[in-house]
């Protein structure tokens, strides 16, 4: 005769978790990485996508344009190689709190890296032409206004593609920078209000 044991009744149970406090630490450096990443953002996209539009207006280069230029693509080399350094040091400490994954951490910091480069490329490339286009409008005046003109369509190019970059690769960053938020379903909703108890 085979022996049948009775259903069992499963109940439920409530279980008492401990309180959570706030990890400051980690919150400090989730609030300075976002901080920098949309100041970063912000600066580098308005200023390209807003400077570029107003430049290609401009059919006549004058050395005020130029010297204005030369003057906001070196603020904004300083202001990314300022920001990166942040970045990168947030992104380490929170590598240390494990904070992020392995992967995210990797990630972030390619987006940073790319960025600075993006941001110091300019320095190297467009800078050095529009001060060879100083010189030679101080020494031969008379064709000035052809490599101004070659040097301005350069620069709206140069910053236009600066500030997409950066809008596109920034916008990443402070996705991974948001808090995530998770709910129950609404179809689960009811269940959790019922609870049965031992």
């Known amino acids: 005769m085979t022996h049948v044991s009775p259903p069992l009744r499963v109940s439920s149970q409530l279980i008492s978790m401990p309180r959570a406090v706030p990890d400051w630490p980690g919150q400090v450096l989730e609030y300075v990485f976002l901080l920098g990443a949309t100041l970063w953002l912000g600066i580098h ?13 401009n ?11 030369i003057w906001l693509l070196e603020a904004l080399g300083y202001t990314s190689a300022v920001v ?15 904070l992020r994954t392995q ?3 990797l990630v972030q910091l390619g987006l940073v890296l790319f960025m600075t480069v993006a941001a110091i490329v300019p320095q190297l490339w467009i800078v050095p032409k529009l001060s060879s286009l100083l010189r030679l409008a101080s020494l031969f005046p008379e064709e000035a206004g052809g490599a101004g003109s070659d040097a301005l369509v350069i620069t709206t190019t140069g910053l236009g593609t600066m500030g997409l970059l950066h809008l596109l690769f920034g916008s990443i960053l402070v996705a991974l920078a948001t ?20």
Do not use: D, N
């Open 84 to 98: 990166s350094g942040i970045l990168l040091l947030t992104t380490l400490g929170m590598h240390l709190l494990k």
């Open 45 to 57: 996209a308005s200023t390209a996508l807003l400077t570029a539009p107003l430049i290609a207006r």
């Open 179 to 198: 808090r995530r938020c998770y709910r129950y379903p609404r179809s689960e909703e009811p269940k959790l209000s019922v609870c049965e108890l031992p």
């Open 59 to 69: 059919a006549e280069p004058t050395f005020e344009i130029i010297k204005l230029l």
């Open 103 to 105: 992967t995210a951490v």
